[in-house]
């Protein structure tokens, strides 16, 4: 069975403070994809990032990296410098490679970023 | 624009009296799926598509319905809505071609908020 753990349910910082959420995944699939999505206070859904289970580099965006580590079957993603636009629910995503059907999410971390 | 459309976005309504909440996608995808949110709970799939006339269950489709007759069309379907449907619902849709740029990345429509009394 697939499951996908945020075990942070609220996080709260000050601007410009680094801060990391945790994702940690099971499944059986031995190639799998995983996502990060945020959903800010107006609501919408966005995509930041898709990975491969075969590809482990970490990755980095601006202020966003993201670290990925098959070992301990975990995606994290880290914020530098963090920003009051930060402020924002994010969910970690898994789904199979072939097809996709089943994309499941975490339950989400919700990240204060107080000004 | 690429996007998912989804109406109403905002809906109260009355236990029993179906509603139907639609959902439109002009990226041409194959797979159309519909989520539920709720706190603490995260998104959980309720009915996916995999192309016309395909559709299955998620993890959570009781008292949903879904049909999928146009590949740009998969509305969700409540026969008799009960207050336990009460929840952020998200339509979404993603490109199916494996390995393929963009390939399982779920574009979201805006969310319709429903509420059953």
């Known amino acids: 069975a697939q499951k996908v753990t945020q075990a942070q349910t609220e996080i709260s910082v000050v601007e410009k403070e680094d801060v990391t959420l945790d994702c940690v995944y099971e499944?059986?699939?031995?190639?799998?994809?995983l996502f990060w999505y945020k959903q800010p206070p107006s609501g919408e859904l966005v995509f930041l990032i898709r990975?491969?289970?075969?590809?482990?580099q970490n990755e980095i965006s601006g202020r966003y990296s993201w670290n990925f580590q098959k070992s301990t079957s975990s995606f994290n993603f880290t914020i530098t410098a963090s920003q009051v636009v930060d402020s924002a629910v994010y969910f970690c995503a898994l789904s199979p490679y072939t097809g996709g059907f089943k994309t499941i999410f975490g339950a989400g971390t919700r990240l204060f970023v107080k000004a | 624009e690429a996007q998912v459309t989804q109406n109403p976005r905002y809906l109260i309504t009355v236990t029993g009296k179906k509603l139907t909440v639609t959902c439109s996608q002009n990226?041409?995808?194959?797979?159309m799926s519909w989520y539920r949110q709720d706190p603490g709970l995260g998104l959980r799939q309720i009915y996916y598509?995999?192309?016309?006339?395909?559709?299955d269950k998620g993890d959570v489709p009781e008292g949903y319905k879904v049909s999928r007759k146009e590949k740009r069309n998969f509305p969700l379907i409540l026969e008799s809505p009960s207050p336990n449907q009460t929840s952020l619902y998200f339509c979404?849709?993603?490109?199916?071609?494996?390995?393929?740029?963009?390939?399982?990345?779920?574009?979201f429509g805006a969310g319709s908020r429903l509420t059953v009394l």
């Open positions: 499944t059986r699939d031995t190639t799998y994809y």
């Open positions: 990975r491969n289970s075969f590809d482990e």
């Open positions: 990226m041409n995808h194959e797979y």
């Open positions: 598509s995999m192309n016309v006339e395909v559709t």
């Open positions: 979404a849709s993603s490109s199916t071609v494996t390995g393929g740029f963009g390939a399982n990345v779920l574009t």
